[in-house]
């Protein structure tokens, strides 16, 4: 997956856990996720829409073998998905 990071890093995922500058440049490309959404629904139904998803995690990887287990990774993962959604005033929820 595009989006993914792995403890070892390619070809498991995109960036290896520790590597800081991949990982944020991977996050800056796969954050846009929220204004696409927004301007996909907004293209078909009409502008001023409440938009809602689910479809967010802290996991950087489909597989928990292969997936980042640090806090300041994890964190990083939810928080940049929280703050383009706020943006894109998309509402998240469990």
Known sequence: DECS??????PA???ACSDEEAKAEV?????TWSQVYRSA???ECGVGLRLAS???SAST???VRHACN????????LESQVDVAR???VELFW
């Open 27 to 31: 996050l800056g490309e796969c954050s």
């Open 13 to 15: 995922g995109r960036y």
């Open 54 to 56: 689910a479809e967010f």
């Open 87 to 89: 943006e894109a005033d």
């Open 41 to 43: 629904m907004e293209g």
């Open 70 to 77: 640090d806090l300041p990774t994890l964190r990083t993962m």
């Open 61 to 63: 990887h489909h597989s």
């Open 5 to 10: 990071g792995a403890v070892e890093g390619f």
